[in-house]
């Protein structure tokens, strides 16, 4: 029998049905799931950020499953049709393609000739045949002849011969056939085991296509694709480069005058009953088992099966591009220090852009030190000027054209000048064109150039990545797979909760961040986001969590999910600074009453906070994990998540693929993490590629599990392709190997 939902669920993410049932309470009643993930651990159990975004997923594919089960029951029902074995089969199904295989035989169809065939009452021919093979085929059918007739259906020619009046007889198995769900499953589960996904180039491109050449001649086991192959697959076949197809693993190349059956026609066979033992139906029967396969099945299941590939496919790229972009929004921070950010160029100059310790633009230029204008002295002064107007400590330097050699400016500059004690950095540029020339940007920068714009971007992704970075549409930051081929529906949702996740484990400063950012806190949306900032401009800073409820739009339950997540510094309550939530004062207060100490003596007092003990102030609303994170949070309050900022280091002299050379040990900065392996930018404008099988001395199944977007890694070069542009790369130790 199957089980309800919440059992399903817990059995999928290996929970208690108690911790779901609780969750799912909370998700209806709208609790977000960052709220849920750290202020309702009593009631979930201890559940985690990634664990609900699971169960908030399959919650919603399950009960989209119980509602085509409903549909579907009535459906049938309506007909008249539904018995009770028939309802407890479709009651049990476990997923959707089971439940679809049992409505086939009762789904309304066009008039398809198997109809046209049961309408001239062919139906007894079929099952006289397929019940008693001993009967001849031509003799029975001439029993059916029929003149032209009309039916509700329409006009029907009728049957003038044995011939038409077998065809008939055979449509209407084919279908039956097709229809058979224990069948379909048996088929599905064979395939699965056993089916291989064929390409061949198509003759019109086999001369001109070099970007799909490794799938010219390709086959692999179903089971075994990786999702980064699928997806370049299916690209191939929507770009008419490749044709794909189905076929069996006993016959790669599938030949429909095959006179023996293959392993699923013979499967088909056995289902009904139908062998061949020399008597006269059979030779019929078995030419109706290969039709029913060839024409029909086979069709059916190979579109099925290329559209589950291409779902799995997708889910795995949406996984790994979630991962990276979590990585690239919890990056490690600089902090609030006066920061110039360039943005590197050739012909159209470096871009420079002066911002404050809280982002706000100081000054903007542009200088030409490289080709064509190589006035390096003038820029070099530039910069000098600058860094000593506005004390400026940090240099942000974008990772893209002219990147090296901008970068080998900034050395000399520091190298002449120590006394500036300037500290100059690498920063992925990834979408600062896009947020550049948004409304956004539009809004926040008015009085700049387009191309002033990314140099601020530059700068301040330095300061904190997070909330430069929540200003970009998460798909145009570039740190995915086949990004543009996935369903991008799916893909926004993903990573618009990756946004929400990452922003509220940081927690957001109440007073100084933009609306893009307040945006993503839990319970919050634009249009509050917004009321927010043109409150504090109206009515200056906020001095306490409880001003927020003046909001428009902020109202009870709002606050609830989102008052633990935004901060006010130095306001009338030090709480308000931490991610203790105004729920939980009451308790903080009880505790204060007890060591007798005011709040700004505990917190952060190492001593007194390990001397309490938390099972003392457990009570009905405030279990342990809720106190045990209270006095951790009292320990370090606000704490940031986020690790320590480092660079790698670049070798002086490398600057592009040809300065690189087999054997050669590099620094590099993680850019991109794939199914299949990362890919280092080294400093050459070419990023270089470490396959998973590269990634590290042992078997590596998730490159996630080795490196993550952002990370600052050694490795040594294979090979180097200068003609196709690509760079072999590897971390393992023993490099020969």
């Known amino acids: 029998m199957l089980l309800p939902i919440e059992h ?64 579907i029951i009535s459906a049938i029902e309506k007909q008249n049709k539904m018995t009770p074995a028939l309802r407890e089969v479709i009651t049990n199904a476990t997923d959707k393609a089971a439940l679809e295989d049992l409505y086939l035989p009762f789904r309304k169809k066009r008039r398809t000739k198997a109809q046209m065939a049961f309408e001239a009452g062919l139906e007894p021919l079929a099952d006289r045949l397929l019940n008693n093979p001993g009967l001849h085929p031509a003799a029975e059918a001439a029993k059916f002849l029929k003149a032209p007739f009309t039916t509700e259906g329409g006009d029907h020619p009728g049957i003038a011969n044995s011939e038409e009046a077998l065809e008939g007889a055979r449509q209407i198995l084919i279908e039956r056939f097709s229809e058979n769900a224990l069948l379909l499953q048996k088929l599905r589960s064979y395939l699965h085991k056993h089916g291989m996904l064929t390409a061949r180039v198509t003759p019109a491109q086999k001369d001109n296509d070099t ?51 293959n392993s699923c026609e013979s499967m088909i066979a056995e289902q009904f009953n139908i062998h061949d033992r020399n008597r006269p139906a059979d030779t019929w029967l078995i030419e109706t088992v290969r039709s029913s396969w060839r024409s029909k099945i086979f069709g059916h299941l190979e579109t099925e099966f290329k559209q589950q590939l291409s779902e799995r496919a997708e889910t ?14 919890l990056a490690p921070t600089a902090g609030p220090r006066i920061t110039i950010g360039l943005d590197p160029g050739f012909r159209t100059g470096v871009k420079v852009a002066v911002v404050d310790a809280t982002g706000k ?8 030190p490289h080709p064509p204008q190589n006035d390096r002295d003038t820029a070099t002064e530039i910069l000098k000027q600058l860094a000593e107007q506005h004390h400026v400590s940090l240099i942000a330097i974008g990772n893209g054209t002219a990147s090296r050699e901008t970068d080998q400016l900034v050395k000399d500059l520091i190298k002449r000048y120590p006394q500036l004690k300037l500290t100059a950095l690498m920063v992925s540029e990834a979408g600062a064109s896009v947020y550049s020339a948004s409304e956004l940007a539009a809004n926040e920068l008015p009085d700049l150039d387009v ?56 927690g957001v400063n109440v007073n100084t961040a933009s609306a893009a950012l307040l945006r993503y806190v839990a319970g919050l949306n634009s249009k509050i986001a917004h009321n927010i900032i043109t409150y504090r401009d109206n ?10 409820l003046k909001i428009p739009g902020l109202g009870e339950k709002t606050f609830e999910q989102a008052a633990g997540f935004l901060r006010i510094l130095h306001g009338t309550n030090p709480l308000d600074a931490s991610a203790v939530h105004p729920e939980s004062y009451p308790l903080v207060e009880h505790i204060l009453a007890d060591i007798k100490l005011d709040v700004a003596a505990l917190i952060g007092n190492h001593t007194v906070l390990k001397s309490i003990r938390p099972e003392k102030y457990i009570t009905a609303q405030f279990g342990l994990p809720t106190v045990k994170d209270i006095l951790n949070e009292l320990e370090k309050p606000g704490r940031d998540p986020r690790s320590t900022f480092i660079t790698a280091s670049f070798i002086e002299g490398v600057e592009t693929i040809a300065d690189l050379h087999p054997g050669m040990s590099l620094e590099g900065i993680v850019t991109n993490v794939t199914a299949f392996g990362a890919f280092v930018d080294i400093g050459v404008h070419q990023d270089g590629l470490v396959h998973i099988s590269a990634l590290a001395d042992k078997f590596v199944k998730d490159p996630h599990a080795i490196v993550t977007v952002g990370q600052v890694v050694k490795v040594s070069v294979l090979d180097v392709d200068e003609k196709r542009k690509r760079i072999a790369l590897t971390m393992r130790q023993n490099k020969a190997l």
């Open 8 to 71: 399903r669920i817990a059995k999928e993410i290996a929970t208690k049905p108690a911790q779901i049932q609780a969750t799912i309470k909370l998700l209806d009643n709208g609790a977000t799931v960052p709220f849920i993930a750290r202020y309702r651990k009593e009631a979930t159990g201890g559940l985690n950020d990634g664990q609900l975004r699971l169960l908030e997923t399959r919650l919603q594919v399950l009960r989209e499953l119980e509602k085509r089960r409903a549909a």
């Open 211 to 261: 970007k799909f050449t490794d799938y010219h001649h390709y086959a692999e086991a179903l089971y075994k694709i990786p999702s980064h192959r699928v997806l370049a697959l299916l690209r191939g076949e929507r770009e008419a480069v490749l044709k794909l197809r189905l076929t069996l693993a006993s016959e790669i190349e599938y030949q429909k005058s095959a006179v023996i059956l």
């Open 316 to 329: 795995e790229a949406i996984q790994i591009f979630a991962q990276n972009l979590k990585a690239l929004l």
């Open 361 to 368: 633009v100081l000054s903007t230029t542009t200088i030409y």
């Open 451 to 506: 191309s002033l714009r990314g140099a601020v971007s530059i700068a301040r992704r330095l300061q904190d990545p997070l909330a430069e970075l929540v200003k970009i549409d998460p798909k145009s930051i570039g740190v995915g797979q086949y990004q543009h081929d996935v369903d991008q529906k799916q893909l926004a949702h993903s990573l618009d909760a990756i946004v929400e996740d990452s922003v509220n484990a940081v």
């Open 539 to 548: 009515n200056g800073i906020f001095t306490r969590r409880s001003d927020l």
